[in-house]
T-cell receptor, first 110, second 115 residues
């Protein structure tokens, strides 16, 4: 049981480049999330998917898009990366209460 | 605008001492208050959680105290150990039936326990 997996672990992009962060969970959870973590800001929700086929904006969605490919997978896309998107990105999935987090992707945009 | 305010930002405690982290909120629709623990290089993991119909919940050395009227809740770590050194986040959730299982997190507290 791998839980929540994320790829890649680290990524460096130049301003304007695009990339997709991948997330998968094997716990048969309906809900999945993307957060960003910045020093002194806690975890801020980017996008949320309550179930396969649905997605909703969170607190900081600008500059991001998501795809809920199936029940297991939820990807986050940066179409044109900006230095302000330098952060650590976490994917999570949940049952009714507890959210389970992946190990994170550390992204640097130069 | 932070819906859940957490303090302090950082905390240093001697081994065996009590660590106390506080959180305050404004939204009375919050119905679930978890604490997450995060070690360096890892994702956060649920530590302990409470609902607003109880004033205290204890699990081992970790206790949540909840004051509904003051809209405050706190995490107490008794007999703090060096292995407790981590970042701690409080969080809150609004009505899951209307808003889904979405959490709002505090800014985090970096705890260091000195041996």
């Amino acid at each position: 049981n791998a839980g929540v997996t994320q790829t890649p672990k680290f990524q460096v992009l130049k301003t304007g480049q695009s990339m997709t962060l991948q997330c998968a969970q094997d716990m048969n959870h309906n809900s999945m999330y993307w957060y960003r973590q910045d020093p002194g800001m806690g975890l801020r929700l980017i996008y949320y998917s309550a179930s396969e086929g649905t997605t909703d904006k969170g607190e900081v969605p600008n500059g991001y898009n998501v795809s809920r490919l199936n029940k297991r997978e939820f990807s986050l896309r940066l179409e044109s990366a900006a230095p302000s998107q330098t952060s650590v990105y976490f994917c999570a999935s949940s049952n009714y209460n507890e959210q389970f987090f992946g190990p994170g992707t550390r992204l640097t945009v130069l | 605008q932070q819906q859940v305010k957490q303090s302090p930002q950082s905390l240093i405690v001697q081994k065996g001492g009590i660590s106390i982290i506080n959180c305050a909120y404004e939204n009375t629709a919050f119905d679930y208050f978890p604490w997450y623990q995060q070690f360096p290089g890892k994702g956060p993991a649920l530590l302990i959680a409470i609902r607003p119909d109880v004033s205290e919940k204890k699990e081992g050395r970790f206790t949540i105290s909840f004051n509904k009227s003051a809209k405050q809740f706190s995490l107490h770590i008794m007999d703090s150990q060096p292995g407790d050194s981590a970042t701690y986040f409080c969080a809150a959730r609004t009505d899951v039936r209307e808003y889904g299982n979405k959490l709002v997190f505090g800014a985090g507290t970096i705890l260091r326990v000195k041996s």
